[in-house]
Antibody, heavy 116, light 110 residues
């Protein structure tokens, strides 16, 4: 049974970089198809952040493209998210997902608060 | 890309059926048969209910069904139960490796 688990700091200061890792168990990320991240601000709806393919190519929401990067580490069966120059508007629950055209498997989510 | 349009709320009594709509464009819902629906209870991650417009993952009751006509997809919950009270989100593949979500619908079981 595939499981995804987010990890990383729960508090990030404004202007700094938010970094999260997703560890996948029960499935090899090399098998794909794709892996990605979504987020949900408190009390609000879901937002697509982007995805990274097993080839290493990545694709991002146009509204975040200038600040986001994603990567895979197949040796650790993990993938990661970096979001630069964060503001309070980036406070959200961040979910890592497997993508088969649309997200099908989800991690439990990690709340990241941007505050000084 | 713009979010898909869902009604903010829906309701029904136990045993009744409720349908939630999800309207997009020909660039997302209308252009691909990769529409999905998720159920989210408070404090929990979204759970996949429907994928590829009308397919159910193993373990999802057949009370949940999906369909699509043109640029609008729909989720129907039949035989409403108390535990169906949750937020429901649609999503669609939107080309160019993008995914777009709906704004969410809060379903209340009266």
């Amino acid at each position: 049974q595939m499981q995804l688990q987010e990890s990383g700091p729960g508090l990030v200061k404004p202007s700094e970089t938010l970094s999260l890792t997703c560890t996948v168990s029960g499935y090899s990320i090399s098998s794909g198809p794709h892996w990605g991240w979504t987020r949900q601000p408190p009390g609000k709806g879901l937002e697509w952040i982007g995805s990274v393919y097993r080839s290493g190519n990545s694709y991002y929401n146009t509204s975040l493209r200038s600040r986001v990067s994603m990567s895979l580490d197949t040796s650790k069966n993990q993938f990661s998210l970096n979001l630069r120059s964060v503001t309070a508007a980036d406070t959200a629950i961040y979910y890592c997902v497997r993508i088969k055209w649309i997200p099908d498997y989800w991690g439990p989510g990690a709340l990241v608060t941007v505050s000084s | 890309q713009s979010a898909l349009t869902q009604p903010p709320s829906a309701s029904g009594s136990p045993g009744q059926s409720v349908t939630i709509s999800c309207t997009g464009t020909s660039s997302d819902v209308g252009g691909y048969n990769y529409v999905s629906w998720y159920q989210q209870h408070p404090g929990k991650a979204p759970k996949l209910l429907i994928f590829d417009v009308s397919k159910r993952p193993s373990g999802v009751p057949d009370r949940f069904s999906g369909s699509k006509s043109g640029n609008t997809a729909s989720l129907t919950v039949s035989g409403l139960q108390a535990e169906d009270e949750a937020d429901y989100y649609c999503s669609s593949f939107a080309g160019d490796n993008n995914v777009v979500f709906g704004g969410g619908t809060k379903l209340t079981v009266l």
